[in-house]
């Protein structure tokens, strides 16, 4: 069984940042490609940036330039710094992992979900 867990999350002036954490725990034997998604109230969640294997990243057009993601290997660990925050970046976050187990199977796990709220 793999697990997700994310931290950061919580209210920031407009401007300001934050720095979401999401760590990965159980039987993995390797973790594939590392990504954040966002759901705002009323809306269907949507990818804001994702990592794979090799460091190669994207973006969302909404939040390129403004928000940086990077990975830990050694710590399992996937992080997205977010600068320049918008009330419009409002969102629970949840981070994504494809994970291959130690038994070899690949699967696609879900942290659950950290709340940025974005408001002066």
């Known amino acids: 069984q793999v697990q997700l867990v994310e931290s950061g999350g919580g209210l920031v002036q407009p401007g300001g940042s934050l720095r979401l954490s999401c760590a990965a725990s159980g039987s993995i034997f390797s973790i594939n490609t590392l990504g954040w998604y966002r759901q705002a109230p009323g809306q269907e969640r949507e990818l804001a940036a994702i990592?794979?294997?090799?460091?190669?990243?994207n973006y969302a057009d909404s939040v390129k330039g403004r928000f940086t993601i990077s990975r830990d290997n050694a710590k399992n660990t996937v992080y997205l710094q977010m600068n320049s925050l918008k009330p419009e970046d409002t969102a629970v976050y949840y981070c994504?992992?494809?994970?291959?187990?130690?038994?070899?199977?690949?699967?696609?796990?879900w942290g659950q979900g950290t709340l940025v709220t974005v408001s002066s």
């Open positions: 994504n992992a494809q994970i291959t187990t130690v038994a070899r199977s690949i699967v696609a796990v």
């Open positions: 990592i794979t294997t090799g460091g190669g990243t």
